[in-house]
């Protein structure tokens, strides 16, 4: 199956439903092939991909790690990489991995010298998730954006075949799902908590049917859904220990801490503390992590936010209000009810 993808000024063609080799066999590929990929992928997938071509020897790939690969070092040595080929080469670039691979391949082709077309192949939900955001960022340093472009690739190709094998990551998959429900559909996210109530089904239920939902929320609000969150998230980074925080721990209790701030200054008819209790039941580490200073990181909240743009307000659950940002009593509100939220959930 295939869907017409628009965002903004861009857009592109979401293919699903069919495994990557399967589309393959429909095409009339003759031009060189540029696959980028983290290790993970080449390892497993390198091979069945490369038998699947008639022109075996037209192919290259460049391995990234299993990382955050979209760093301005790895850009570097990818145009270091790409002066193999002759100026004005026409190119099929595939972007196959995880989220840093969609910025890097997406922001590689929009700005080579190359004749170049771009495919994407996201390998989870979250890599699905930013396939479908134009936004390409390459960053200096664990999360500072040096350079950005927009960029959607001629074709997204999401082979649930693959996608379906990443099951430790499904967990930072399902905040997804989550935060479209909070920007973008109430509806959607009470489904969410009928059918994943627990750690059990979310781990043993498929995300697959959810994908039309997910790219129709992503083109009315991409922008909105990415973000949400990323001001708290970013904080992290900048307080003390925050490196001992994995980047998906960092986003999720910057969606919480988002959540709760907002519920602070709307009335948003929501039950914030079922909506925890929930979370732990799906086995997300809800307590505040100790070696992370509380004030501390307020503090870098504040001062980041002197430096961003206004953050998204919600009205309702799934009703965008405005944009603001956060003051200091608003904060210190906000920390003291997330600790009380947890404290009754645990009892104390």
Request: net charge negative.
């Amino acid at each position: 199956m295939e869907l017409s993808y628009h965002y903004q000024e861009e857009h592109t063609t979401i293919f699903y439903g069919e495994t990557f080799v399967s589309q393959l066999k429909k095409e009339a590929i003759n031009q060189p092939i540029l696959f980028l990929t983290n290790q993970r992928y080449y390892d497993l997938y390198a091979e069945k991909m490369t038998q699947s071509f008639p022109n075996k020897l037209a192919i290259d790939w460049y391995i990234c790690g299993n990382t955050q690969c979209n760093q301005l070092s790895e850009l570097h040595s990818l145009l270091s990489f790409a002066q193999r080929y002759p100026e004005n080469q026409a190119l099929l670039v595939i972007g196959f991995g995880n989220e840093g691979i969609m910025d890097l391949a997406g922001f590689f082709q929009k700005h080579t010298y190359l004749q170049s077309t771009l495919w994407l192949i996201p390998v989870s939900i979250r890599s699905m998730a930013r396939a479908l955001n134009p936004q390409r960022d390459i960053l200096h340093g664990p999360n500072q954006s040096a350079l950005q472009t927009t960029n959607l690739p001629e074709r997204i190709i999401y082979d649930r075949t693959i996608s379906e094998k990443q099951i430790e990551g499904k967990q930072i998959d399902f905040l997804i799902f989550i935060c479209c429900g909070l920007v973008c559909d109430h509806p959607f996210l009470q489904n969410l908590y009928k059918n994943y109530p627990n750690r059990e089904k979310l781990f043993n239920r498929p995300f697959a049917g959810m994908l039309e939902e997910i790219i129709y929320f992503y083109q009315e609000d991409a922008e909105q859904v990415s973000n949400y969150g990323k001001l708290f998230e970013q904080a992290f980074y900048l307080t003390e220990n925050g490196h001992l925080l994995s980047a998906s721990m960092k986003k999720f209790l910057g969606i919480l801490m988002q959540l709760v701030w907002n519920s602070e200054i709307k009335t948003l008819s929501f039950q914030l503390k079922n909506f925890f209790i929930w979370l732990q039941h799906l086995g997300y580490p809800i307590m505040w992590p100790e070696e992370i200073p509380k004030m501390g990181y307020l503090e870098n909240v504040l001062l980041l936010a002197e430096k961003s743009k206004k953050i998204l307000v919600l009205e309702k659950i799934g009703i965008i209000d405005g944009y603001q940002l956060p003051n200091e009593q608003e904060l210190l509100k906000t920390m003291a009810s997330y600790e009380r939220i947890v404290q009754e959930i645990r009892g104390i």
